[in-house]
């Protein structure tokens, strides 16, 4: 029996459960109402329909989730047992090739067999299949009718459906939140082990604090000496990341978020700030083919006319200057936040001394918002470290330890994306660079974050 | 009514600031109807009223405070000393440095008190050395009534200090400037009876070098601090004269009704 008709099947007795229990509810509570017992008439009708259809869905669908994962390896147990698998070849290798072979023409992935062992099991396991597939439709529909029946049995007119229902309500949401935490300690633990397989092979102080980045030649069997050196990749990170864009960000969107709350009129805040917040929802590619066939190679043309060696096409600089603008609106709306949530006497205070707007502004609105504004740049930062698409398609790979705005240099995420693509062998130590690499990136942005939201949030405290 | 200008003409006071058939508007909405009166120089001046009177916003014509309100309108005339200050010509940052202001809320910045102090002479240019601005903080300490306190901890900061401290900080920030007229606007209002009394004696020490309008919600400390009454009512000026007769002998109805508490 296939997934679909399971499934419809069990929907639809879900609805006949809620229905019947409803309808068995509102029978049950006009009697009592009809002999006077008010009270004792507890949930809505509709409450015990969902309790019993819930109770005649959840115990079947988790059974359905478990035998997913146990059926197929009943289906081959079956298979082994048959009479045509005693001829399999001995060494599990090619024991499971031929096992993989004869499932893929069972379920019709594959039409024709390469090895006639396989075509032999095709029948077994067509039939194993089946049989277990039947198997467990009629346990899911037994667990089903159970649980419906027993919930049904206790449709009662002071039975407190409703209650139950809430606390599955609960429990369902619980689950939800839970997911999102186990996925991300799930991702971290990966991050972990990959990352401690590659250390095994490369010392990690080689790879902290090594210059010489050149996983290529390590691939080529050269050793992984010498190889593994991410400190250029660390510095092009920092010095379009933190540099560059922190440049173009800082002024550009501080100045904004000052002209936005202190200079604007109403009018012109209202239709300033949210074209200013577009910019944050352009994707990040967008920008990345503006950087890589516009920007950058006007940056190249202008360095080549004003004499500059070494001036390449993938530009430091590029990448840089459109990771800055891509970041402005968010350093505006965190330093918009931060001024605003600087209270209104303070501005009074100062204007009544004589103060213009400006020395306002400079001497009181910005010493007063600081660390508001140096938790959002920490935040930007951390942000403009783990961009990936513009400096992919901007800032070249080339792993130059090198000071020249001009000059091309490599990030960390460029590294990774570079490392991951393509056909891969994993248990390469270039392979499994990049989950160290992906460990050093995570690590670095956590404590950024830790940081400014602590700086953001003991700021607010100071006015509150 | 009629709005006739209540004035007081007394031959040995000086007239700082005059305002005749002030009218006020938040949009549509206006706040204060037709209010005419001179502040001098030599008295302490204090409005009283209930609350939404318009006091407040009346004081806040005086340095042009409502300019930061985006809304808000001004007509009639202000002068200082005999200047109109709506006029195109007058320069509200040097009107400010002239008429000093007071708020509700102390609001020392959250820098050090010298920093509090020094902030306005800095500004202004009033100070032409460091040891110029020492003699500028200590002198604008002192008379706050604050430097016996906090002359050992010049460098703290003005945010650590009492509500009433804060407040005399605030007063001190206001002198440092040299201004003509200072306003308070319920300066006393988020301070306990011991700080209370101290502002209104400072406010006794001042009087004469400063004209003084102190906006207050407490009759009795108008009674004890001011030598000029005006009483506001739904944005208009009731009555004005001096406070022994406002209190005493009040000539409108509406004046000894509140006075005796029977609104407000």
């Given at each position: 029996m296939t997934g679909p008709a399971i499934f419809l099947l069990l929907a639809g007795l879900g609805a006949i459960a809620w229905v019947s229990a409803r309808a068995r509810a509102l029978r049950l509570q006009t009697a009592a109402r009809a002999s006077g017992r008010r009270d004792a008439v507890h949930s809505l009708p509709g409450y015990h329909g969902w309790y019993v259809a819930l109770w005649t869905l959840i115990p079947a669908a988790i059974f359905l989730a478990a035998w997913t994962n146990i059926a197929p390896g009943l289906v081959t147990q079956d298979v082994l047992a048959s009479p045509a698998a005693q001829n399999l070849p001995a060494d599990a290798f090619s024991r499971s090739a031929v096992l993989a072979e004869a499932r893929a023409i069972a379920t019709g992935r594959q039409t024709g067999a390469f090895n006639p062992l396989s075509q032999g099991l095709v029948e077994p396991y067509r039939q194993a299949t089946e049989k277990f597939g039947y198997a467990g439709a009629a346990l899911a529909l037994v667990l089903a009718f159970a649980g419906g029946a027993y919930a049904f049995t206790r449709v009662r007119p002071d039975f407190r459906a409703r209650t139950r229902v809430e606390r599955l309500v609960m429990a369902g949401l619980l689950i939800a939140s839970l997911l999102a935490i186990i996925t991300t300690l799930g991702i971290v633990s990966s991050l972990l082990w990959e990352s401690f397989r590659f250390f095994s092979m490369v010392n990690p102080i080689d790879f902290l604090f090594g210059t010489k980045w050149s996983p290529q030649s390590a691939a080529m069997g050269y050793g992984n000496e010498d190889a593994f050196g991410a400190v250029p990749l660390f510095w092009g990170t920092i010095f379009i990341g933190a540099i560059i864009a922190m440049a173009v960000a800082i002024p550009l969107g501080l100045m904004s978020a000052i002209y936005l709350t202190q200079y604007a009129r109403p009018a012109v805040r209202k239709w300033m700030k949210p074209i200013l917040e577009v910019l944050a929802g352009v994707p990040t590619v967008v920008y990345g083919y503006f950087a890589a066939l516009t920007i950058a190679p006007a940056l190249r043309d202008f360095a080549v006319s004003i004499g500059i060696h070494g001036a390449s096409s993938e530009s430091a600089l590029a990448a840089g200057l459109v990771m800055g603008v891509m970041i402005i609106p968010f350093v505006s709306s965190m330093a918009d936040d931060s001024i605003a949530a600087v209270p209104q006497s303070m501005r009074d205070g100062s204007l009544a001394m004589g103060a213009t707007t400006s020395e306002t502004i400079r001497k009181v609105l910005i010493p007063a918002a600081l660390p508001g504004v140096v938790g959002g740049v920490l935040l930007a930062v951390s942000r403009a470290i783990g961009e990936t698409m513009i400096v992919v398609m901007a800032a070249g790979l080339a792993a130059n330890l090198t000071l020249n705005p001009f000059a091309s240099v490599t990030t960390v995420t460029t590294q990774i994306v570079q490392l991951l693509t393509g056909d891969q062998e994993f248990d390469s130590a270039k392979t499994l660079a990049a989950f160290a690499l992906g460990l050093v990136l995570f690590v670095v942005t956590l404590l950024l974050n830790i940081v400014a939201l602590r700086v953001v949030k003991k700021y607010r405290e100071a006015y509150e | 009514m009629m709005h006739e200008p209540q004035t007081l003409k007394a031959a040995d006071t000086t007239t700082k600031m005059t305002a005749r058939d002030v009218k006020v508007f938040y949009g549509e909405k206006q706040a204060i109807n037709g209010v005419s009166i001179d502040v001098d120089m030599d008295n302490v001046t204090a409005f009283i009223g209930p609350s939404g009177c318009g006091k407040s916003t009346f004081l806040r014509t005086l340095n042009r405070m409502?300019?930061?309100?985006?809304s808000a309108r001004v007509e009639g005339s202000i002068t200082l000393d005999g200047e109109d200050i709506y006029a195109s010509t007058m320069d509200v940052v040097q009107l400010r440095a002239r008429v000093g202001m007071v708020f509700q809320k102390p609001n020392p910045f959250p820098k050090s008190i010298y920093e509090n102090i020094a902030y306005g002479p800095r500004i202004h240019g009033l100070a032409s050395s460091k040891a110029d601005l020492d003699v500028v903080v200590e002198k604008s300490l002192r008379r706050a009534g604050l430097w016996e306190e906090v002359k050992d901890r010049l460098h703290d900061s003005g945010t650590a200090l009492s509500g009433g401290q804060q407040q005399r900080l605030c007063i001190g920030r206001a002198i440092a400037v040299e201004p003509e007229v200072i306003l308070m606007d319920e300066p006393c209002s988020a301070l306990d009876p011991i700080a209370t009394a101290k502002i209104e004696e400072l406010i006794h020490e001042l009087r004469g070098r400063y004209a003084i309008v102190i906006v207050t919600h407490n009759m009795q400390q108008a009674a004890r601090v001011s030598q000029r009454t005006a009483f506001f009512h739904l944005g208009e000026l009731v009555e004005y004269g001096v406070t022994s007769d406002i209190f005493t002998n009040p000539r409108q109805e509406r004046t000894k009704d509140y006075i005796t508490g029977r609104y407000g």
């Open positions: - | 409502n300019d930061t309100v985006a």
